[in-house]
Structure formats: structure tokens, C-alpha cells
């Protein structure tokens, strides 16, 4: 019996070493709001000193919208506010996404195509998958026009199109 215990956590020591990486992610399933038809998929996995945020989105208007990370996962009501404001932890001003003092959540925009799909990758220095800065059981949230980085509160990004609850993701 000791021997098949032994031989288990041997086991269960070379799987756990499989040269897999470990390092945390997340996803974010986006939904439509009300009267829209924007959806896709945000991914997330904390590196070195940033996030790599990776997005995939269709169902847009061509241009430019506002992204963002906002303080609740809630994407229950039909306009998309039950997600709240953006997330801003440190009571920053809103800016853009390599502006100093910002948001947490202010990730700027993406650029969706003449057929309404946005693709986006970017390193994000700021947000993070723990601590204070974790975007975890939080949402995505996609505006119906572009932010311009400076209005405030919010940057004049207008309706909420899609929403989405980021979540740890299972690497199994």
C-alpha cells in the first residue's frame, strides 16, 4: 500500500513538471447588450510586468470603440450598467492605456474592421491578475463609439454594446 502511495506522488510530481506554463489567465466571454450584436472573446495571462490582453470581437460598427475593464462582473442589465464605472482602485483620472495616471481599466480602443470585426493585442503594465490591481470577477466592457482618452469621467465612449465577466481560466 505504501509503495502505490509512493509511486502515485511520483506520479503526480513528473505530471506537475511537464514543462506546461503555469502562468495565470483569464477570460472574458463577451455578450451583446440590448439591441446590439457585438460578442467574442478577451483573454488574459499575467506575464512579467504586465498583462497580455488579447481580444477577438465581431458584431461591431467599423471604427474605433472604447475598452475597458469596469469595477463590477455584472453584465446582467440589458444596457450593460450593472457593471459600474471604470475599475479605478487608486482614484486616478481617466487617460489612455501608456498614459501615467489612469484608470486601471482604461485600455483605450479597439479598431473594428469595414465587416465589424476588432482584433487587439496589447501588453498592459497596469492591470493585473492579483492584488490590488486584479481584473478578476470583473468585466470587459465594449463602448459604441471611440474613447478620447481625456473627457472625464469616462472618455465620451457612449453605450455599452457588449459585456463580459472575466474569470479565471481553467488550464486543464
Do not use: Y
Request: one cysteine or more; proline letters at 5%; hydrophobic letters at 35%.
Amino acid at each position: 500500500m505504501q509503495k502505490m502511495f509512493m509511486v502515485t506522488l511520483l506520479l503526480a510530481g513528473i505530471a506537475g513538471c511537464s514543462g506546461e506554463d503555469k502562468s495565470p489567465q483569464a477570460i472574458a466571454r463577451l455578450e451583446p447588450t440590448r439591441g446590439n450584436t457585438a460578442s467574442g472573446t478577451v483573454t488574459f495571462e499575467q506575464g512579467d510586468g504586465h498583462l497580455l490582453i488579447k481580444a477577438d470581437i465581431a458584431g461591431l460598427t467599423p471604427g474605433r470603440h472604447g475598452f475597458h475593464v469596469h469595477e463590477f462582473g455584472d453584465c446582467s442589465s440589458g444596457d450593460g450598467k450593472s457593471a459600474g464605472n471604470h475599475f479605478n482602485p487608486d482614484k486616478a483620472p481617466h487617460g489612455g492605456p501608456s498614459q501615467a495616471k489612469r484608470h486601471v481599466g482604461d485600455l483605450g480602443n479597439v479598431e473594428a474592421d469595414a465587416t465589424g470585426r476588432a482584433v487587439l493585442t496589447i501588453q498592459d503594465p497596469v492591470t493585473s491578475l492579483s492584488g490590488s490591481h486584479s481584473i478578476i470577477s470583473r468585466s470587459v466592457v465594449v463602448h459604441a463609439k471611440a474613447d478620447d482618452l481625456r473627457s472625464q469621467p469616462a472618455g465620451k465612449a457612449g453605450d455599452r454594446v457588449a459585456c463580459g465577466v472575466i474569470s479565471l481560466a481553467d488550464k486543464s
